[in-house]
Nanobody, 115 residues
Framework: QVQLVESGGGLVQAGGSLRLSCAASGRISSIAAMGWYRQAPGKQRELVSLISSRGRTNYADSVKGRFTISRDNTKNTVFLQMNSLKPEDTAVYYC?????????WGQGTQVTVSS
């Protein structure tokens, strides 16, 4: 069983920055991929960014050049640095990890970008 706890969401003006964190806990030895998804009102959940255990990353086209994902494997923690935020980035952001072939999700953290 893996528990994911997110933090760092909030309200920010367009052009501002936020940093999301997600810590994984439980009886785990190592986690494969970790990442972030988001879901805006009335829309499907979408991938924002993923990072492998070895640090390989990928990003949605809409956030490339603005968001940076990183992780601390010693603490089973993943981060998402979000810069140059836009109103269309407003969503609930969910942390995700893959462990033992099973996906796990955090409870979500709200990010609101005002224009």
């Amino acid at each position: 069983q893996v528990q994911l706890v997110e933090s760092g969401g909030g309200l920010v003006q367009a052009g501002g920055s936020l940093r999301l964190s997600c810590a994984a806990s439980g009886r785990i030895s190592s986690i494969a991929a970790m990442g972030w998804y988001r879901q805006a009102p009335g829309k499907q959940r979408e991938l924002v960014s993923l990072i492998s255990s070895r640090g390989r990353t990928n990003y949605a086209d809409s956030v490339k050049g603005r968001f940076t994902i990183s992780r601390d494997n010693t603490k089973n923690t993943v981060f998402l640095q979000m810069n140059s935020l836009k109103p269309e980035d407003t969503a609930v952001y969910y942390c995700n990890c893959l462990y033992g072939g099973i996906p796990y999700w955090g409870q979500g953290t709200q990010v609101t970008v005002s224009s």
